[in-house]
Structures are given as C-alpha cells and as structure tokens.
C-alpha cells in the first residue's frame, strides 16, 4: 500500500478477488445496542422508552497515520462499529482514546447535552490516553398544534470525531473516525444484511477502486445501505438497478404516497440517508455498480461493487468476469 | 459556432431571434412509446402489465466533436429522444453505433439485467459499428411489510453513455450522449408540452447564452420540465414566476400535504428531477428566466429563457425586447 | 475591521462578549406584514385572499463596500428586514435605491409580473438614485385532477438583488443585498423567535467567526431557522443537538408521517429552507454550533453560535466560558 500524506486515503495494490471466499469481509458488523449485545442478528423486539445500553468504543490509530474506532483493544475498523437505538433507548458510550491526539465523538440525529457535544467548544473531547463517557439519548416524534408532529429521532445517522486536528475535527474525519447510527421506530423492517459507505474526501470508506469495499448478498435478501458524506467535495450516491424512495425509510408509506423515488442523491459533508432494497429485485443476479456520479471522481476511483449472487448463494454467470475486469480497469486507470 | 475542444461545447454567434416563428424548435419531442409511436401527442391510455414497445436509437458524431442520440440515421440530437412508458411496460432499444467510437445507453430508474447494464464493467456496450438491444422493464409499487410499500418505476428518470472514452462514460455525457426518460404512473397527469433541461458541466443542453434553448408555451397551457444534471459541478435550477412541489409528480397529494415547495433545487451529477407549471398561472405572460444559481455560472452562460405567449399564442408587450435585450446582453458579456 | 476587496466580506476583529447584554442584537426583526405593521411580535389573525400590504425599503450603501436592505434611510442591514405574508396577501414594496448603482429586489416562490421580475431582462430595476414600486402576490393551493393539487405560495423563501454588477445582481448579493420571505399557511405555528442565518459565499450574513450571529432564545422557546444559501460555493448547515422534519414546515403531518428527518441539508446557491424547534427540547440549555458541515468551510469561519439559555433566561452553567472559547479559537485560528 501506498499513502497520500495530505489526505490519509490509501491505496492498495493487493488483488481482492481472494476475498471472495470470505463473505462477511466488507459487511458492516452493527453492535447491537438494540437487543442482545453481542448477537451478530439484529434485534426484533424492543422494550420502548428508557432503556440504556452501554457499550466501550476504543479510537486507536491504524496503519498509515489513520485511526479508527472500534469495539475492542486493537480491533479498530474504518468505518467505525454501526451504533442502532430504537426510538426511546439511550446509549452510554465509554470512549477510550488509545491515540496521543485529542479527540472525541460527536452524532447526529440524537440527544445529548453540552459535556457530550464532543466539540472542543463545550469543552467535551477526551485528551490523549483519556477515557469519558459520552451519552446519547433518542425520543418519540409527539403531536404537536395545529396537527403539526414534531419529530424524533428515528433515521440513519451517523457519528464521528470532532475534536483531531481542528475545533470541526477535519483531520480525525479525513484519517477515519467516523461510523454509521441507525435509530428506528418500533414497527420498521429490520434488513438481512447492512452495508455502511461512506463519501470520504475523495474515497469510499477511506479506500479507492479497486480495494472499495464489495458488498454481497444473495437476491432476494432484504439490505440496507447507510451512506453518509465527510469532507470538503459535493457527491452524488447512484446505484445501479435498484432505487429507493426520498423518505426516512427508503420506502413508501402508502398506495397513493407522492414521494420521490431515486436511484440519485446528494451526499454532501455531513450529509447522510438509508434505504432498503431486496437485492437483484426485478433485474436478476450480477455484479451492480455503486459510484459517485461526478464523473471526475468515478474515474477517479469513487466506485465500488454491489455484488448479487445467486439465491443458493452460488455466483452468477459473468460475475467473477466482471469483478476481474474491476481489477484490472482499476489498476490500468491509474 | 467556436467550439471548446476540452469540453465539447459549442458557442453560436447566430442571433436566434428569427427561431421565434417556428415554435417547436426548442421543444422537446418526446418518443412517444408508450402509445401510438410517432405519434406527437403523448398517449393518454395505456394497458398495464407486460407491455412490450421497440424503439431503435442511432448514436452519432455531430458537429465540432459532438454526439447525440436519433431515432433515424443523420438526425441526432442533443439531447437525445426523450423516452416514456409507463409501470408496467417495457422497453427494447435496438441501439446502432455510428460512430467510431465504444458506447453505450444507461438508464437511470428502471430495470434490466446484467447484459443491459450499458457498462464496460458488465461487458454491456456496442463497440464501433455495432449493434446491440438493451432491454429496459419497469415495475409498480407493491406492498411490503409494517404498511411500508417498496417503489414502483415512475419517476422523472434520464438515460445516459456509460462507456465512451472512460468507464464512466465521461467523455461521451461531455459530448452529447443523454436524454430524459419519464416513467409514469396511470392516472398521472399529461402535460400539453414538455421541456427538457440538462445542466451538463458548464452548459445547458451543451449550449450557452445566447444560444441556450427558449422554450414556448402559451399562458393557461400545463407545460412539464424535466431537469436532469451531469458532469463535475454542482448546479441549482431556478425558474422565474414559477414554483413546484418536491415530490414524484412535482405537485401535491393532497390538500394537507406538507411537501416542500420550491423554484430552486440541486441540480448535481446524475440527479433528476421533474415538475408541471401552468405557464404564467398568477404572473402573465412574458419572458422568465430558468438558469442555473450558481452565481458564477449563470454569469457564464448557464441561463435561458421560458417565452409564455398570450393565451391566443401572439406574444406579449415587451416580450420581444426581453429577448432581443438576452441577445445582445450575453453577446456583449463575452 | 478589514475588508475582502474581493468578495465584500468583512471580518471583525472586535470581541462580542459585551453584546451578551443586549439579546436582541442579533435576532432576525421581521417587517410584520401580515400583521399589525410595526408590532414586534407576528401576528396571529389573518384574512384570507387579496389583502395589499406597503413597505418602503431602502437600498443603502455600508462601510466597507457593502450594501443593504432597511425600512428606514440609514438603518440597511445584512440581512435586510424580514417580510412575512400569509397566501393571499398581496406585497407592494416602494423600493428606494439611495445608491449610485443599478439594483433591485426579486422574489423568491411568489407571484409577480414581469414588471417586478426584478431583473434587466426585464427591463425591471431601479437606476442610482430611483424609486420604483414592485408587487408580489400569493395563492393557495388548489386541486387540479387525478387527486393531484397545485402548490400554493406558502415556504420558507428569499428575496434579493438581481441587478448590481451583473444580470444576476453577482455583486450586489455578494455585498449583502439579501433577506428572507416567508409566506405561511393560515393554521401554520408562529414561531418566538426567528433567526436567518444566509451562508453567503464563504461568509454567515457576511459575517466569519467570531463575529457570525449568536442567536439566543429560552430552553422551551420555540425558535424559527430561516437557512438560505448565496453565491458560488457548495454548502451543507448543521445544527447541533436539534434536528427537522424535511417538509415545509420542518413538521412531520401526521403520526406516521414518513418524511426525512435531517439535521444537515444542503444550502446550495438559491436554496432556502426553515424549520421551527423548541430550544434545548431533549438536551438542555447551552451554546450549541449551527456550522456549515464542509470541514474546510467550518474550519475557515462558517460557524455560529445558538445560545439556549435557562427556562428563566439565566445564563446556563459553562455558557460563558463556551463563548469565550470561541472567541478565542476563532482568533487564534486566523
């Protein structure tokens, strides 16, 4: 691997096409906060209203001046462990600051008073080798006048530094510290698998093609995709073959609903949405470009696969064709 | 006409004053496939389900290193034909490559196999001379679980090159190679014309001010623009005197809805959008302006023109010194 | 103070610790046009349909290069007064240009002729030195077919110069013509406070830290967001601590309304959104960040501060020492 000292993105040189025995390599692994801790499932049934979870998230550094957040000593990943509440659960974080830079966590979408803002500003941040808690609290959308709701916390959000480098946290996003943070309604579909991208700079998750994460399932699964936008550079998400709706859930709320339906969206710093389709639906199994569609930062290496197998599992006709042509289209283009 | 040979654009230097008598040359003419075929009107009645339309689309070189899409040999067009079908049916474009060149149709929201994908990735594009099918199909929303309902095709969708000189399509998009495609719901409302805007890098239509398009409609008539955005830059459009909902059809569902309203949205790579006015409801006839936000660029060049007529289709007091006044104003800002 | 010759931004270099004192500094004063004129607070009973409301403003030169909007000779401002109306009402403003520049005043989402398109395209401006009369109009939504309804004039809107330095008034937003508009629906929520935050090229109100507004209300209070976006630049505004349904009150409709739920949105040049939340609903009083979420942009001065001061208007624990860190981050950072 080589390293670009200014943005901290790497670049490998190592084929991945080994990687396709090991399914679960690029899939998000959620930390369950939701339900039984530990369980590689996502929960299905949730007490609502005031249940506290904790969990110890370690920021460490990683190869190549970039660090990561991760759930135990020497584990930590790029992005970080995807964090899910269901609307009325509160989540304490521990978080151990394994680095010898100042940093913190910082979400969105949720509650949290000032000494858990992790900005520098409210004076929440953890010193080097420092470990503080940092609490996160989630609500109910509750009527309000006028027929008017205010809303709750149910979304995909996500969370990330604020405190490495500037008062904003601009170098600990750009070097990694950043994850995925779902907070759900009781009532909402829970996916068969998760895949977390997140528009980095001018990376996918901190890596560029051809060693962007390739997501899998099998057609017909149920998966949700969580994308989130860091950095400095406007994007636009576009997946191929499948679309979603413009909502909090990526779906429909009725027969009549009026909503946008997309295949093509904004995902701008700090920017984040989610969405849920069933794989391969209505166009088969294959190899399905995800990629920002500014063409500059396509070619540039802004590209990723959505690789649906069959539903045994097995892989599709063409398929490891098309991955080897990614390989090698990758490592020409540059 | 100059021509920019890094971007393909072409300026003309003709006035385009003497274009005002013949109204439809700035019009697009949709492909009416989900009707009677080389009909001008779009269709009012369709069956649901299975149906199947041919279409056959020539891309070839223009002028000054251009490329459009046609539906007959030497009459291409940027942009291309506009495509429409409604839930249901589907699509088979028989697509000849005149040109010298690799290229490709990719459409955006709707579904096809691996073999129809329009990328090098997946093998799917016609080399020089070839000849290929691509077969588009499209879905109606149906209901999932919870009283969430999974997204039907229908959407203000476009289809673009995916393989001319990069991957990515970049050099043929810079070129020419796009066009709208509206996939429809039955019940939705027809328009009596239709416009289609695409902000391509610096341009609209791959054309600049003065010479960007004027579209025409009488006041009182329901008019739709399909807005579709490519290339590196973000873009907002705007449309003067004229406002839409932010939704699938770019009206409201009910009387209640709470949808945004807006005259100015994102407009970015690969992002569409499309709405439907009454021209000039609330504001008269005359000249109003759609251009592109952005300050810098609509200073450039990124504006054009919207001619409401009066309701008898003669023009309004004024409206010819709008006009001639846009003329000599972007010619003398150069 | 220094001046940017090239963009009219100006930079203070003057703590704001004393305007602590005086709430109400940097609180958006609205013009209440759809009330009692004068009156501080909005108003809360509005007729229905055609009532014509006058306001005389007053574009004038500041230090600095800069320009603004006022309702009295030598009292402009950045941003200019606030104009609120229900749909119905009609708006005449006398527009008094005591400038020796060619300006004017255009709309953003409601209904004007070509007269009061504030643009030299249409002949619509005021010469140095001339006053000149433009009328906006409103209307309610109203049912079209197919279920479908036409949307009406209400949203969270803008107006400003389209006329100085260019046809698209580039200088003249650029050195501060601007302000918000909001039209609302008759049932809509009236806000306590209201607060308009314009990110304006790389500038807040053509203001950068420290000396962006801090606005401040009671926890409890419900306080109005107006966000609009100028210039040439990508942004995306963040809120800490307070997120909003994306409709266009900010509100979800109903119970199972499905909208998005953000708290960070782009606000790309022409954008305007707004959102009501009850301060420090969920968290707890203190100084949260409203910040543009591009790092390079945070991290250059796009940051301002919400103070949510105790339910009896007391400053919160830790508030001050918050603000001093600003002030003196932000120096040091520059």
Known sequence: MDNDAQTGLIRGRLSRRSMLAGAAASVVT??????????????????????????????????DGLYGYGREPGKATIPGPQLELYEGDALEIELVNNTDQRLSIHPHGVDYDTASDGSPLNDSFNEPGE????????????????????????????????????????????????????????GDILPDKQFGIFFNEMSINNKMAPDTPMFEANQGERVEFICVGHGNQPHTFHLHAHRWADTRTGMLASENDNANVLDNKNLDPGNSFGFQVIAGEGVGPGVWMYHCHVQFHADGGMVGLF???????SMPAGAQDAIDRFMNHQHTGH
């Open 307 to 313: 690789l649906v197998r069959n539903p045994d599992g």
């Open 131 to 186: 470990t503080k808690t940092y609490v996160w609290k989630t609500t109910q959308r509750y009527e309000s006048i006028g027929g008017f709701w205010m809303p709750g916390s149910a979304g995909y959000w996500h969370y990330h530094d604020h405190a490495l480098g500037t008062d904003h946290g601009t170098m600990g996003i750009a070097k990694g510290l950043y994850g995925g943070l779902i907070v759900r309604r009781k």
């Open 30 to 63: 959620p930390v369950v906060v939701a339900g039984a801790a530990g369980s590689s499932a996502v929960a299905t049934v949730r007490a609502q209203g005031g249940v506290v979870r904790q969990v110890t998230i370690y920021a460490e550094p990683l190869v």
